[in-house]
């Protein structure tokens, strides 16, 4: 227990009066704006031109080149691809309660670890194998939505405001609710099935720039 008060003491420390310049030298290094208040853990990975904004936090995450995340993001587990726009309040769900066949859903029943201050468990008797979450690239998330784990968005596609998303949602897919359903598509399929083999996001700037003008027809930007 005072392991753990210290252990906390410390970090607490470290965020507050060393993390800033870090952050900083993070930002200036990866080309991103990080404001006051974000942070990234040491396992997590920054591509590059990235915005994190107010208190916005990455643990154990991967952050696409071009992606941002508004204020008062809290990610775990995430794998985020390229140009994907995340706005306020957007955070992750992850972790599991023992929901079968065990009377106490509390970890201080199945866990000796006391990671809240205190267990009655002898042994740990259930682990959480929590799978990764997946978020596409060119996908826009609203405010205030709610992802759980193990969920997958696919590529192109847009969570409205106040989601709750599990599962899958398709590419290119707008989708809405709790929990979130499709609703209609962006683009026909075929121009979804084009744009996906083009992967427009992962050609580099320069392409990027020779095309801007063809952005807003997908035919031409494919090619048709």
């Not at 083999?197 to 952005?215: G, P, Q, T, Y």
Request: with cysteine; glycine share 12%.
């Amino acid at each position: 227990m005072v392991l753990k008060m210290t252990g906390s003491m410390i970090q607490g420390f470290y965020r507050f009066f060393f993390y800033p310049f870090k952050r900083f030298f993070l930002g200036c290094s990866t080309k991103s704006i990080f404001l006051k208040g974000s942070y990234i853990s040491r396992d997590s990975l920054i591509e590059g031109h990235n915005y994190l904004g107010k208190n916005t936090e990455l643990h154990g995450c991967r952050l696409g080149y071009g992606s941002y995340i508004n204020n008062n993001g809290n990610f775990s587990h995430t794998d985020i691809g390229y140009y994907t726009s995340i706005g306020v309040n957007v955070s992750t769900a992850v972790g599991g309660h023992p929901l079968n066949g065990y009377c106490a859903l509390h970890p201080a029943f199945t866990d000796p670890e006391k990671t809240f201050g205190f267990s009655f468990a002898k042994k740990k008797v259930y682990t959480d194998d929590t799978p990764r979450i997946s978020i596409g690239s060119d996908v826009w998330i609203g405010n205030n939505v709610v992802i759980l784990d193990g969920a997958k968005i696919g590529d192109g596609a847009v969570v409205g405001a106040g989601a709750v998303v599990k599962g899958e949602l398709p590419p290119y897919s707008i989708n809405a609710g709790v929990p979130a359903k499709t609703i209609r598509y962006r683009f026909s399929e075929e121009e979804i099935g084009a744009l996906l083999k083009l992967k427009w996001w992962e050609k580099d700037e320069k392409w990027i720039r020779s095309h801007i003008e063809d952005f807003s027809d997908a035919g031409k930007l494919c090619g048709k």
